[in-house]
């Protein structure tokens, strides 16, 4: 297995409360991705990272933020979570410069009650 | 709204026959790729098909690539339970920071043993 690891696995938390998602990889990979994934929806776009302090929106950033200070680490935060937010979401990584094959993580699965 | 769509959403089949899965996306490609996923898991990459590419294989992996129709297909010979997935395509496209990837809604194949 690539080496990324997402923390926490699962997570509950209560609407309006902030919550962040951690992606930690070892590949030194330059490309790092955050997806949600729900049903009839297949997995959406919420921000990726080309580079350290360089981020982009996706197809669904509205209510969420990212960073990236070290190659190895983005996080995703959920600034006030709300129910519509429930989700599985994943992480991935890929090496860029033409070599745009991608490495998931394990998965998030955040429940706001 | 996603870029690629696949078809069908679900597909059940005998062990021993072949799955066929397309997928069509709405802008120009630098690259188109196929995931698998098995329930609860991270997404596994397949196969990568380059836009001046028509046809690639991979064991009994076989993906096809129409540009001009903006379409691809992925074909599963001889299929086997452990094949029960879903499939996801998913591409890369031109300009800005090229490894945004953006992933369909995928396809639920069930091979009956």
């Known amino acids: 297995d690539a080496g990324i690891t997402q923390s926490p696995r699962h997570k509950v938390t209560e609407t309006g409360t902030p919550v962040t998602l951690r992606c930690h990889q070892t590949?030194?990979?330059?490309?790092m991705y955050w997806y949600r994934q729900d049903p009839g929806h297949g997995l959406r776009l919420i921000h990726y990272?080309?580079?350290?302090?360089?981020?982009d929106k996706g197809e669904v950033s509205d209510g969420y933020s990212v960073s990236r200070s070290k190659t190895e680490d983005f996080l995703l935060t959920l600034e006030s979570a709300t129910s519509s937010q429930t989700s599985v979401y994943f992480c991935?990584?890929?090496?860029?410069?033409?070599?745009?094959?991608?490495?998931f993580g394990q998965g998030t699965r955040l429940t706001v009650v | 709204s996603q870029q690629g769509e696949e078809d069908p959403q679900a597909l059940s089949i005998q062990e021993g026959e072949n799955a066929t899965m397309n997928c069509s996306y709405k802008?120009?490609?630098?690259?188109l790729q196929w995931y698998r996923q098995n329930s609860g898991r991270g997404l596994v990459h397949l196969i990568l098909i380059r836009s001046n590419e028509r046809e690639k294989h991979s064991g009994r992996l076989r993906v096809t690539l129409d540009t001009s129709k903006k379409s691809s297909s992925l074909l599963i010979t001889a299929s086997r339970a452990a094949d029960t997935a879903s499939y996801f395509c998913?591409?890369?496209?031109?300009?800005?920071?090229?490894?945004?990837?953006?992933f369909g809604t995928g396809t639920l194949l069930a091979v009956q043993p």
């Open positions: 991935a990584i890929s090496e860029g410069e033409g070599n745009t094959e991608a490495f």
């Open positions: 998913a591409t890369v496209g031109f300009g800005g920071a090229t490894n945004k990837l953006i």
């Open positions: 990272s080309y580079g350290v302090k360089d981020t």
């Open positions: 590949e030194n990979h330059r490309y």
């Open positions: 802008t120009s490609i630098n690259n």
